[in-house]
């Protein structure tokens, strides 16, 4: 076997929140690291997410609020075992429920500011036994990205770059309804401004936390590399993993691993090719990957011995491809837009068929299951003149006049009746007009007898927490015109890959880990199977394996 060019401790492939944790945890154990990244900017996806973590009975929660007790009831209640999802287990379960928020304490003390996320931000499936009606979500204060100094360039753009939380973000659209809404909206554009005099840049949400992770990682010795691609793990005569093989200069580049190798690369959402044969009919253009999350390590990997699951899984979040979305760098989203009152969602046929609120996971899901007997993708929004003229859609918050390139792109269609919206959308008029009847027979009930759509907490976290009636998130369909938009089933993610034991090592198809090769996050398959039971779901186990994998491989244990 050739000789490494050179050596380190600990060796990452990738920049997102696990890496992050794991190279402070490796760091603060003596040993030395080095970060390896793919593109030009470090924090992967973390970066570009909304950056928030779910962590059971963490700090920011009440005294009594919560416990790991109560957490671990919950992710058994939600998370269904089998040999489908070999990358969760009643273990790994308690290990996440366990160690999150150790792993967030560590961070505290590393002096990473983290606040809770909201107090209002239930779990997906908050009816499940366990299930949190407040919130067990974490996220990290906005962050000045110039303290990073000569890095700041280097740190991958956010979504949200301004000074203002991801919480009060959300509560932009409805401004209208409340001046305390008003004054945090001034106080933001004060900040803003003031950023601006004082070259302030100013990021929330995702590149907060990267931005701050990386803030405390360059404090250390940590060796960071970016456009340093990763082409395959380095595989003894005795299957133990010793390194990687990259780029230097143009030529192969071996970097040797005393201690272990951790991959926390991203996912395959830019890779059609995998796209095509894991999860067909999926798109890569629809997903909200970065560019460089390919798929390379899941295949190196796979190389190694290790064995992929859940491949056909994806943190779907329900998008449309309104004019501009080709060069957008987030596909507008419809998450809250058909679980806001006055509109519903339907298939080409014209017909309901899931529930408008809860997970955009489970809401992706189902539009890809229903496509198989009904066709459904795209769906169609379908929302009256009052949804229209109060909330929010693409780009546009908080409601007001239609776009005249909605209308022009033929992107927003539009009926002075349901039954002539129908003719628009190509949906025979008189299921549609069934439909709306049947969903405003419901409002009047005040109870969802379909798909029970207002019955959980997070349902009317989606919702209008202004709106005057029984059920934040149902309002009839009766004053037109009407209006209908595209839904897609974009994706935030893949979320399949290695399958990994409680301490994040990689496993053989006989169980066995394969010694020295360590992953977390989107490279591997999700310790919550094939369901997402809070936001934060994929940041959250990402960080905190990472954290796991760094505190096993130096011999810490898994405290």
Not at 242 to 258: E, L, M, Y
Not at 262 to 272: E, I
Not at 279 to 299: F, L, Y
Not at 441 to 446: H, L, N
């Amino acid at each position: 076997m050739p000789e490494a060019d050179e050596m380190f401790d600990w060796v990452i492939v990738g920049s997102g929140g696990g890496a992050m944790t794991s190279a402070l945890m490796m760091s603060r154990a003596g040993k030395s690291v080095v970060m390896l990244e793919k593109s030009d900017w470090v924090g992967g996806t973390t970066c570009k997410s909304g950056g928030t973590m779910w962590i059971p009975n963490n700090r920011f929660m009440d005294p009594g609020e919560d416990s790991t007790e109560k957490a671990i009831t919950y992710l058994n209640a939600v998370v269904p075992d089998g040999p489908e999802f070999p990358g969760t287990s009643p273990e790994r379960r308690i290990a996440y429920a366990t160690e999150a928020p150790r792993m967030i304490d560590f961070l505290h003390g590393e002096g990473i500011a983290m606040e809770r996320g909201s107090r209002f931000w239930p779990d997906y499936y908050d009816e499940l036994p366990g299930g949190c009606k407040t919130s067990r979500t974490v996220q990290a204060l906005p962050f000045d990205k110039t303290e990073l100094g000569d890095w700041a360039p280097r740190l991958r753009q956010g979504f949200l770059e301004m000074p203002v939380r991801l919480d009060d973000a959300q509560k932009i659209p409805f401004a209208r309804n409340s001046w305390a809404i008003k004054l945090m909206i001034a106080k933001v554009g004060f900040r803003v401004v003031l950023g601006k005099i004082l070259g302030r840049r100013w990021v929330t949400a995702g590149a907060a936390l990267q931005g701050r992770m990386l803030q405390a990682v360059l404090k250390t010795s940590t060796d960071i590399r970016t456009g340093t691609p990763v082409s395959d793990v380095i595989v003894g005569d005795d299957g133990k993993v010793t390194g990687v093989v990259t780029v230097r200069d143009g030529k192969p580049w071996r970097i040797g691993a005393r201690l272990g190798v951790l991959v926390n690369a991203g996912g395959f959402g830019k890779s059609q090719p995998m796209r095509d044969k894991y999860m067909p009919g999926t798109h890569a253009e629809w997903s909200n990957e970065i560019e460089s999350n390919t798929g390379d390590m899941h295949m190196a990997m796979e190389r190694a011995g290790a064995v992929l699951a859940q491949m056909d899984e994806m943190v779907g979040f329900q998008s449309s491809r309104a004019p501009g979305w080709e060069d957008a760098y987030v596909i507008p989203g419809m998450q809250a837009v058909t679980a806001k009152p006055y509109s519903i969602l339907v298939d080409q046929t014209g017909v309901r068929y899931l529930n408008e609120g809860g997970s955009y996971e489970l809401y992706c899901q189902s539009m890809r299951e229903r496509d198989r007997v009904a066709p459904a993708v795209p769906s169609w929004a379908i929302m009256d003149s009052r949804y229209m003229a109060k909330y929010s859609l693409a780009d546009r918050l908080g409601g007001g006049a239609v776009k005249p390139a909605w209308r022009e792109s033929g992107w927003l269609k539009e009926g002075a009746t349901i039954e002539e919206l129908a003719q628009q959308i190509g949906v025979d008029p008189a299921t549609l007009k069934n439909t709306v009847e049947r969903w405003n027979g419901f409002v009047d009930a005040g109870r969802d007898e379909d798909f029970h759509r207002g019955a959980r907490a997070y349902d009317d976290y989606l919702g209008d927490p202004f709106f005057d009636g029984p059920n934040k998130t149902m309002g009839k369909l009766e004053q037109g015109p009407f209006y209908a938009a595209e839904v897609i089933p974009a994706d935030v993610g893949t979320y399949g890959g290695v399958v990994t034991d409680i301490n994040a090592r990689v496993l053989r198809a006989d169980g066995s880990p394969i010694e020295g090769l360590y992953a977390c996050g989107i490279s591997t398959a999700s310790p919550f199977g094939g369901v997402y039971p809070g936001a934060g779901a994929s940041v959250g186990p990402s960080m905190t394996f990472g954290w796991i994998a760094a505190k096993h491989a130096a011999g810490l244990g898994n405290q």
